[in-house]
Structures are given as structure tokens and as C-alpha cells.
């Protein structure tokens, strides 16, 4: 069955370092792959979109990668500051919907 | 300003009644989802529709039905066949299916 996992739970990093968090995915060939940030009792928020086809995608400090052979994604956030402690998800298309993994919660120590 | 609205934020509900969930958005976006939120379970797909009067069911559909009559709404009725209602539930909406999607801020129920 399809599977996706974010490495981990909980991450803690240092301000100013950088931040990077990994999904995997199983039998699944998802044409794009999304991220998003969630804050404490609000919705997610469209980060990034990463198509098959590319290797790397950026926007000012987060810089997303998909690699199709390793089936595997990296999400880095370069400079963290603590406004960027949220649960990161990532999500794979399945044509009309999304499945989102578990999400990455991410603290940023000052 | 564009965006999709929730309502309410918080409720709660009695055993054995059913519950109606507001969803509605102004962002003329074709698609719309209802997902359940649990502690370490991500987002679960409830149902879906890529379509005024059309919609599908999620993985988790049992206990729950939903009605597409206008494209800017799309209501979720929790039922009391729903064993485990308590959880936090998320609209969202996309241009169509499988495109970035934009979310409501949730409502949260509980059971009394």
C-alpha cells in the first residue's frame, strides 16, 4: 500500500543553522510534490510545489529537492529564526487529492 | 480579501445527534475537501468534490456525508454513526484536484 513518513516527530535546531527535514515515499509515482507549515490550531499553508521533473525548487530561505530514484524529498530552511518553529507536512498527488504524511514539528532554539 | 471560512471554531456535541460543519470560500475555486486532523495522524481525507453536485468519498468517509449545491460551500455532517467524532476538522480548497490547496483555520468537536 502507498506509504509516506516524515523523518521524524519533533526537531530541534539551532537559530541561524539550517533546518532540514525529509519525507519518503512507497509505491506510489506522484507527478508533483507539495509542502506546507502548520501553526498551533490554525490550517496549513501552501509552501512549495516540486514537479517530477525538477530537481530543486527555491523560494527565498527554503529550498525544496525531489528525487525520484531515492522516491525521497528535502525541505531546508536556510537562517532559521524561531518564527519558522511550526509542523511541516508534506503531501503527494494522487490525481485529484492530496495524501499528506504525518508532518515534521519544528522548533527553532534562539 | 480572498480566503475559505470555517464556522464554527469550536463545537460540541451531544450523543446520538448529528452536527453540521460550515465550509465556504469565495476564492472560485472548483474543488473542495474536507479533511480530520487526530494527534500524530496528519490529515485524513474525509470526502471530496472536484464539482458543483458531485462528490467523493475519502478514506475515512463512514459516519460523515456532505452536500455540494453551490460551488462556494460545502458543508460536512458529522452523524451519529460516527463512533470517535472528537477531532479537529480542516476545509480546504484548490483551483481543481490536486492542485496547492488553501485551508480553513479548522473547527474543533468535541463530545459533551
Known amino acids: 500500500s502507498q506509504k509516506i513518513e516524515q523523518n521524524s516527530e519533533a526537531l530541534n535546531i539551532q537559530e541561524g543553522k539550517t533546518a532540514t527535514l525529509t519525507c519518503n515515499y512507497t509505491?506510489?509515482?506522484?507527478?508533483?510534490l507539495q509542502w506546507y507549515r502548520q501553526d498551533p490550531g490554525r490550517g496549513p499553508v501552501f509552501l512549495l510545489l516540486?514537479?517530477?521533473?525538477?530537481k530543486e525548487k527555491r523560494k527565498e530561505r527554503l529550498k525544496v529537492t525531489f528525487d525520484t530514484t531515492l522516491k525521497q524529498s528535502l525541505f531546508h530552511i536556510t537562517a532559521s529564526q524561531p518564527a519558522d518553529s511550526a509542523t511541516y507536512l508534506c503531501?503527494?498527488?494522487?490525481?485529484?487529492?492530496?495524501?499528506f504524511g504525518t508532518g515534521t514539528r519544528l522548533t527553532i532554539i534562539p | 480579501d480572498g480566503g475559505i471560512t470555517q464556522s464554527p471554531k469550536y463545537l460540541f456535541r451531544k450523543e446520538g445527534q448529528n452536527v453540521t460543519l460550515s465550509c465556504e470560500q469565495n476564492?472560485?475555486?472548483?474543488?473542495m475537501y474536507w479533511y480530520r486532523q487526530d494527534p500524530g495522524q496528519g490529515l485524513r481525507l474525509i470526502y471530496y468534490?472536484?464539482?458543483?453536485?458531485?462528490?467523493q468519498k475519502g478514506d475515512i468517509a463512514e459516519g460523515y456525508s456532505v452536500s455540494r449545491e453551490k460551488k462556494e460551500s460545502f458543508p460536512l455532517t458529522v452523524t451519529s454513526a460516527q463512533k470517535n467524532p472528537t477531532a479537529f476538522y480542516l476545509c480546504?480548497?484548490?483551483?481543481?484536484?490536486?492542485?496547492?490547496?488553501?485551508f480553513g483555520d479548522g473547527t474543533r468537536l468535541s463530545i459533551l
Open positions: 480546504a480548497s484548490s483551483i481543481q484536484g490536486g492542485q496547492p490547496q488553501h
Open positions: 509505491n506510489y509515482s506522484p507527478a508533483y
Open positions: 516540486i514537479r517530477e521533473n525538477e
Open positions: 468534490s472536484q464539482i458543483v453536485n458531485d462528490f
Open positions: 476564492l472560485n475555486h472548483d474543488a
Open positions: 503531501a503527494l498527488d494522487g490525481g485529484e487529492k492530496l495524501t
